[in-house]
């Protein structure tokens, strides 16, 4: 069975600190897909990122970066100056490697919440 | 291009009421699934197919829940008998069906359940 767990329930920080979005998950498979999503107060789930199990190059998309490590089955998420309109909850999902569609086994999310 | 949309955005019915929810893919993704989401957690998986044929179930809570999708675009989720612990927002979300897989949500329908 596959499980991403957050436990960061809810995080406050004040504008343009630094934060951290934890996510580890459990999966018997060697090959999979981890996944973030956003959900800003209006309620729409937003994709941001894919990784393959492959490939543990950290990335980087303007503020944000992800750290994929295997051996500790982590995959986390920074926010680099954070802004108030990253307000959010923020999931973590996996997916199996099947070579067809798959389903996304979610975490419980991270609740964001940045002040002026 | 337009993305995934689904009716009613929002639902209130009686308990015992029959309910019917509308997903409409983007265009030209061949995969699409259901999700039910209880406030203040993570979406939870319920169906996919792939075209028309449903290729995963194994989410569905029970027999009041099916899906369909008759001609491999548009989607029907039904509940029938509605229950008061069926409130939840229902999320739709279609990809394509080659790598890399990624899913894209609709706004979710909010159904409750009085």
């Known amino acids: 069975a596959q499980k991403v767990t957050q436990a960061q329930t809810e995080i406050s920080v004040v504008e343009k600190e630094d934060v951290t979005l934890d996510c580890v998950y459990e999966t018997r498979d060697t090959t999979y897909y981890l996944f973030w999503y956003k959900q800003p107060p209006s309620g729409e789930l937003v994709f941001l990122i894919r990784r393959n199990s492959f490939d543990e190059q950290n990335e980087i998309s303007g503020r944000y970066s992800w750290n994929f490590q295997k051996s500790t089955s982590s995959f986390n998420f920074t926010i680099t100056a954070s802004q108030v309109v990253d307000s959010a909850v923020y999931f973590c999902?996996?997916?199996?490697?099947?070579?067809?569609?798959?389903?996304?086994?979610f975490g419980t999310g991270t609740r964001l919440q940045v002040t002026l | 291009g337009a993305g995934v949309s689904q009716s009613p955005r929002y639902k209130v019915t009686k308990r015992g009421q029959d309910v019917a929810l509308r997903c409409d893919p983007i265009s030209g993704h061949v995969s699409l699934y259901w999700y039910r989401q209880a406030l203040g957690q993570g979406p939870e998986f319920l169906t996919y197919f792939n075209y028309e044929a449903q290729q995963d179930k194994s989410g569905l809570p029970n027999d009041r829940f099916s899906a369909e999708r008759p001609e491999g675009s548009i989607s029907t989720l039904t509940i029938q008998r509605t229950e008061q612990r069926d409130s939840a927002m229902y999320r739709c979300?279609?990809?394509?069906?080659?790598?890399?897989?990624?899913?894209?949500f609709g706004p979710g329908t909010r159904l409750t359940v009085t």
């Open positions: 979300a279609s990809s394509t069906d080659r790598g890399p897989y990624e899913q894209y």
């Open positions: 999902a996996l997916s199996r490697e099947t070579g067809t569609a798959s389903k996304l086994t």
